[in-house]
């Protein structure tokens, strides 16, 4: 994109979020909704298809500039990055990687526009951290296939319009080889979608199980079709190290307003007659803060400069998502330790965005997983033992 046309789309993305989003922050968490008036706003400005090709309606952000965007989104609940979150990345990027000119034509303007709200399905609840070892299963039946299976903790599955469904074609191969991916319609008999889930944050962001029983979906259903026969693991893993960066980036915006948050408290609170700010272990925290979102930033607009250049897709997507989901949480726990009691309480940014950071630790793969994937690809065959 042009770099003026960028520049406007920021600006125009910082006023949406910090005028119109934020004042509605409490009401998002108490009610865990997001209202009808920001989704539709959202899909006005484009950002359902801020990461799709410019060909298929979307804006066609590099990661570098999609990284900039995210810390802008960041600044606010991460209900709302959630809400186009899945279409932008790990589900809209399944029919970028892996699809066919006319699943792409079908599919991708539609997604982009927010006309259709996709979901991506792979966790399980014995396939997390690992989703080589899904135990979902496709057969073929005459020309259909037949999905069986349950899929766990699924962003967007209450309202999905589509799912990016993973599931294993072929049990005798090896974990990674025998997996593929199919478009399934919501409404398509025998799939079920549970009740949200009631989770510790980020209120808004509805997440859910998915049952498949006896699910019949035809042969273009088959993402990539013919081609994409049993190659649904590397495509996940593809749009996986994308949403890390993604997710990274969210974890910048968040710590971006959790300082501010830290500051303009010390400058207001005081105790003792003095303004806390007036404290030196109270300026000790805010430095800390500072200096690890500071870092955290830098990491990740060098993680996605690589990945731009396509010279670093596996290292650097778990560097900066391992180091920048722990950086976020540093930086909410000290957060809340400089309001003091008022940050324990409801109501407060603070306390909110502490149990809304706590997810970043886990999801795309938790940080246990993104030490193990930066040690192996580092070590390779020594890490076997």
Not at 82 to 108: C, P, R, Y
Not at 117 to 143: I, V, Y
Not at 274 to 279: D, E, N, Q, R, V
Request: with cysteine; proline share 4%.
């Amino acid at each position: 994109m042009d770099a003026a046309d960028f520049s406007a789309v920021l600006s125009e993305v910082r006023r949406f979020v910090r005028e119109r989003v934020v004042p509605l922050e409490a009401e998002i968490d108490e009610k865990d909704e997001m209202p009808a008036e920001i989704r539709e706003a959202a899909k006005k400005m484009g950002l359902f298809g801020f990461a799709l090709p410019e060909e298929y309606g979307g804006l066609g952000l590099s990661m570098y500039e999609e990284a900039q965007l995210m810390f802008e989104l960041g600044y606010t609940t991460p209900s709302l990055r959630s809400m186009f979150g899945t279409n932008n990345g790990i589900a809209g990027h399944v029919l970028m990687v892996g699809g066919t000119e006319e699943q792409k034509a079908d599919w991708l303007p539609r997604i982009a526009s927010g006309e259709v709200l996709a979901s991506f399905a792979l966790t399980e609840a014995e396939a997390g951290s690992d989703p080589s070892t899904l135990t979902t299963r496709a057969h073929l039946d005459g020309e259909d296939w037949v999905i069986n299976g349950a899929k766990r903790y699924i962003t967007n599955a209450p309202l999905a319009d589509v799912f990016m469904v993973f599931a294993r074609t072929n049990p005798d191969a090896p974990r990674t080889r025998g997996i593929s991916t199919f478009l399934v319609p919501a409404g398509t008999p025998g799939l079920t979608v549970a009740p949200k889930d009631h989770k510790m944050g980020q209120f808004g962001a509805w997440t859910a199980d998915v049952y498949f029983d006896d699910v019949r979906v035809p042969a273009s259903a088959l993402v990539g079709g013919e081609a994409g026969l049993n190659r649904g693991f590397g495509t996940a893993m593809g749009c996986i190290a994308h949403g890390r960066v993604h997710i990274s980036s969210l974890c910048v915006g968040m710590a971006e307003r959790l300082v501010d948050e830290s500051v303009e408290y010390a400058r207001t609170r005081r105790q003792s007659g003095k303004l806390i700010g007036s404290f030196q272990l109270v300026q000790g925290l805010i430095a800390d803060s500072m200096t690890d979102y500071y870092a955290g930033r830098a990491t990740v607009l060098e993680a996605a400069r690589a990945f731009d250049a396509g010279t670093d897709t596996k290292i650097g997507p778990s560097c900066t998502k391992y180091f920048a989901s722990e950086m976020v949480w540093r930086v909410a726990d000290r957060a809340v330790q400089v309001h003091g009691g008022a940050g324990y309480m409801r109501g407060v940014a603070v306390e909110r965005f502490y149990r809304d950071a706590r997810l970043f630790r886990i999801y795309e793969g938790t940080s246990q997983i993104q030490q193990v994937i930066i040690a192996k690809a580092l070590l390779g065959e020594a890490a076997r033992g």
